[in-house]
């Protein structure tokens, strides 16, 4: 951002397109006006949008969202992906139905840990073993489900349904019913990141693992020790989007957060998170997944379903990790 | 600076009989040199000579399959680059080793971060300590704060340098240093060379300049498909007697006038 004012630096010699350098330089902005742009289009479709309900509900669409792309965000600073995501929250989100007649907090606390041990073990692929981020966690999410498919029909037989605080947090708002408690979570969890991956250690070499491993490996850091943490954080961030997940929708099934796989990538990549890796930011993120619950509402309003959202969704990926490769100029 | 007066002194590195192969291929075969404080030794050879294998198995990033390593005639065992930047050894590559989206400072602090007494990210001080160092390498850097990526080639080995020169380096291994870059900016780096050879640091400096290597080196080591040819002291030997040993492997005294000529044949 400050490149301009350098005299030392290469000049693009491409002529730049208004549109061009404001993404470029001000991508929040730009976002920012997108997200606009659509909430009013989805007024116009919908006078009704408009509301308090209305927005809640965008928010609480939203959130899980939100914290499913935080964990994809992460994961694409270091030049990986998570395409386990979907079935980490799901399965999550089923134990913590499971053990929701022990209580909310034991239903937490292990659905959770379900998340931390299932994102550790994609670390220890690709840390230890070395094995491609896309076929780990493609991996990780097929045991996932075997698994989970099994063990529904024996210890994990039982109750489906989520604790009452389960819901609340998942489904529940407060200040009169305007503001929504999963947006409160995402809140904090947007705090921790952010911070997280500006002022800590971590943050840091996060982005750079993404930027040059090589020079990572150099200075004497082992990456696997960075990479097998930000599948864990990961792993945790999205345990606690399906238990949000399964609060908003009531009870748990196999088939929970399985959608939420491209919408979560859709979110990091709408938010200007380089699937190569080092570049990106969470705030971006959070806007994608704004924009996507916005649009995700203007399509329920349209009526079109699943399939077509997906088709949407599976687009607009395609056709921004274009739109970003012309604007920076890497591939 | 010449060699008799070394020979009392205890060699900064002494590297004996290093030897490295892949796949049954000998890359380094019984290599020996050594390095003394506040000497350039140069090291020279055609491609695939194996310099930079020999080399990065002293900045721990390669095994070596045999061979022993002495600092300060202690002898050490290197195994990762840890290892050797806890032994003062600090390498600057060929390819320059940056993360190319963060700026000079986090650059330079790259696993080595400063932090605050909370546990954060000291992002000043790093950035103040850079300034200092950097203003005595290269007064003119100024560009703190944006991408390495949009650094020029001196620009950027400069911030190699000063990274390695901040955590007090000793021992300096410098790959190609100058050959991407302009005139200017390698009379830039030359200048730095000379300085941290003046402050005591001993450096290996691999070359394919024979006038870089003329220029800055004391001595010169020059090996040949995996072997040392020999080294020499610079100021006995011609650039026609290096390129002997660089092209044909023989010595000086083994090489014949005939043979001299040939080379410009």
């Given at each position: 951002m400050t490149i301009s004012n350098t005299p030392m630096i290469e000049m693009e010699v491409l002529p730049d397109s208004k549109w061009r350098t404001a993404l470029r330089d001000r991508p929040l902005l730009v976002l920012g006006i997108v997200l606009i742009a659509l909430v009013i289009a989805t007024a116009i479709i919908e006078p009704r949008y408009l509301s308090v309900s209305g927005l809640r509900n965008t928010v609480l669409i939203a959130a899980p969202l939100g914290i499913m792309a935080a964990a994809q965000t992460i994961l694409m600073l270091t030049g990986g992906i998570d395409l386990s995501v979907g079935m980490i929250a799901t399965a999550a989100a089923y134990v913590a139905g499971n053990q929701s007649p022990n209580g909310a907090g034991i239903a937490i606390v292990l659905g959770l840990l379900v998340g931390v041990v299932a994102g550790s073990i994609n670390g220890v692929g690709v840390g230890i073993f070395r094995v491609n981020p896309l076929i780990m966690t493609l991996a990780m999410s097929a045991i996932l489900l075997g698994l989970f498919t099994a063990l529904s029909f024996t210890v994990l037989q039982g109750s489906t349904t989520v604790a009452q605080f389960i819901k609340t947090i998942g489904g529940g708002s407060f200040l009169g019913n305007r503001v929504p408690y999963n947006a409160l979570v995402w809140a904090a969890v947007s705090v921790l990141i952010i911070y997280g991956l500006r002022r800590t250690g971590l943050g840091r070499l996060l982005y750079a693992v993404g930027d040059n491993p090589i020079a990572v490996r150099l200075a004497g850091i082992r990456i696997w020790q960075v990479q097998i943490a930000a599948y864990a954080i990961a792993g945790l961030l999205a345990a606690l989007a399906g238990i949000l997940l399964a609060g908003r929708t009531g009870a748990v099934d196999l088939q929970l957060a399985v959608n939420f796989l491209l919408p979560s990538v859709a979110a990091a990549v709408i938010g200007g998170t380089s699937i190569f890796g080092g570049i990106g930011s969470y705030s971006g993120t959070i806007l994608g997944a704004l924009i996507l619950g916005v649009l995700t509402t203007m399509l329920t309003f349209l009526d079109a379903g699943q399939a077509i959202q997906q088709i949407v969704y599976g687009g607009i990926v395609l056709g921004l990790a274009w739109l970003y490769a012309r604007v920076t100029g890497t591939s | 600076m010449t060699m008799t007066s070394q020979s009392d002194v205890t060699p900064l590195v002494e590297m004996r009989d290093m030897s490295v192969s892949f796949g049954g291929v000998h890359a380094v075969k019984d290599v020996s040199i050594d390095l003394y404080p506040g000497e350039i030794l140069g090291l020279v050879g055609g491609n695939g000579a194996g310099k930079s294998t020999l080399v990065k198995t002293l900045s721990g990033a390669q095994k070596a399959d045999s061979g022993e390593i002495y600092i300060d005639g202690e002898q050490v065992s290197i195994h990762s680059p840890r290892d050797a930047k806890n032994l003062g050894i600090e390498t600057i590559y060929q390819t320059l080793a940056l993360a190319e989206n963060q700026d000079a400072p986090s650059n330079m602090f790259l696993g080595r971060e400063l932090m605050t007494r909370w546990g954060t990210l000291d992002d000043s001080s790093m950035e103040d300590a850079a300034r200092k160092v950097m203003g005595r390498l290269n007064p003119k850097f100024q560009n703190f704060k944006v991408p390495v990526e949009s650094l020029s080639g001196g620009q950027r080995q400069s911030v190699a340098i000063a990274k390695a020169v901040y955590f007090n380096a000793r021992i300096l291994i410098m790959d190609?240093?100058?050959?991407?870059?302009g005139p200017a900016e390698t009379d830039q780096v030359r200048q730095l060379m000379r300085q941290l050879k003046a402050d005591g640091i001993g450096i290996i400096m691999i070359s394919h300049d024979i006038h870089d290597v003329f220029d800055l080196a004391d001595r010169i080591s020059v090996m040949l498909q995996g072997r040392l040819v020999g080294t020499v002291d610079k100021d006995d030997v011609t650039m026609d007697e290096v390129l002997a040993m660089i092209i044909i492997g023989k010595l000086p005294e083994e090489v014949t006038t005939k043979e001299l000529e040939q080379l410009h044949g």
């Open positions: - | 190609e240093p100058t050959a991407a870059l």
